[in-house]
């Protein structure tokens, strides 16, 4: 009993990710612990914003929560390092992700928020991992600390620089994720920073997201598909707007979670945080799960007080 309890704090999934396939999310940082607080973090307001690394999870504890996970026999495209906040936080990255790598070959992404690549440590313990998805989501230090709101010692061109020495360094993948804002930064002017940015650098793949989870500033807008395949093409072929989910995807979820969640906004409005300790699930677990059930026009949200509640429509 004890373990399925440590396994629900740690592990979640295998979810299905519009990029990964079914990934299995590993959560190397406690709720909200990030260097960023996004304008747009689906998450909410980052509660400990910091750039100290150090062990918040151990390594001890994750490493056979994974072999478990693993031993299950799921359908798992990818192992996905995120979770809660910035990842590379984490001071343990590197061993985990040596760890992981001993025990399968499943392939490996880290989705980090790139603001600690500046930092030689950081990059040589992501070197292992198979795929790297970092975030820019501007091109210059004014829309930087207007969207991502970043940690006061965190600089801009550093972080560009480390984006920079890590495509040097790394010889797997590297994505780059893109959110993009209406009215804060897509503009053209934007868009051309951007484009010298990622010509300069180099990246195997660019994704565009805009905000389609419930953001954390509820005044932002997502941009419209047109905007954004208008901006797809500004940045050419290696780009991409992230996909929704594959049809098969979604037919392969698990429904009898799905149907939990649906009886629980039946009965009354509930928050993230409310379906996630009823149900014992991961909050990035619940967040797909409400992704899709809105696109199946199944819930309604709404904001009260403050926080985001979601009802059954
Ligand atoms: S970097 Fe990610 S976790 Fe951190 S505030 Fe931004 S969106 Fe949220």
Same mark, same amino acid.
């Given at each position: ?71 299950? !026999? ?15 936080? %984490? ?21 980090? !928020? ?18 790297? #998805? ?10 930087? !600390? ?34 993009? #804002?209406?009215?804060? %930064? ?46 797809? %093409? ?49 909050? !990035? ?29």
């Amino acid at each position: 009993m004890t373990e399925i309890k440590d396994m629900q704090k740690y592990i979640y999934g295998p979810v299905p990710s519009r990029r990964l396939g079914f990934s299995l999310g590993v959560d190397l940082v406690p709720y909200k612990t990030c260097s960023f607080d996004c304008i747009y973090c689906q998450l909410g307001v980052t509660t400990n914003q910091t750039i100290e690394r150090k062990e918040y999870v151990k390594r001890d504890n994750i490493l056979p929560q994974v072999k478990e996970a693993i031993s299950l !026999n799921q359908k798992i495209d990818y192992i996905t390092l995120s979770g809660s906040g910035e990842p590379a936080l %984490n001071s343990a990255i590197g061993e985990i992700i040596l760890g992981i790598k001993k025990l399968t070959k499943i392939p490996l992404a880290v989705l980090t !928020n790139g603001s600690l690549l500046y930092d030689r440590t950081v990059r040589k313990e992501l070197l292992p991992a198979d795929l790297v #998805i970092p975030s820019l989501d501007a091109a210059d230090l004014e829309t930087f !600390n207007l969207v991502n709101r970043p940690h006061a010692s965190l600089n801009f061109d550093e972080i560009i620089l480390g984006l920079k020495d890590f495509r040097h360094e790394f010889k797997g993948k590297i994505w780059l994720e893109i959110m993009l #804002i209406k009215g804060i %930064n897509a503009s053209s002017q934007e868009i051309e920073h951007f484009k010298s940015i990622i010509s300069e650098i180099g990246f195997d793949k660019v994704q565009l997201n805009t905000v389609i989870r419930p953001p954390t500033e509820k005044s932002i807008s997502p941009l419209t598909p047109i905007e954004l395949e208008k901006i797809k %093409n500004a940045f050419g072929e290696n780009c991409e707007i992230i996909p929704e989910f594959k049809k098969k995807l979604q037919k392969a979820y698990p429904i009898a979670m799905e149907n939990r969640i649906i009886e629980l906004v039946k009965r009354r409005p509930v928050t993230l945080s409310d379906i996630s300790d009823s149900l014992g699930i991961h909050r !990035n677990e619940v967040i797909k799960y409400l992704e899709i059930l809105k696109k199946e026009s199944k819930i309604k949200t709404y904001n009260y007080g403050g926080r985001r509640y979601y009802e059954y429509k």
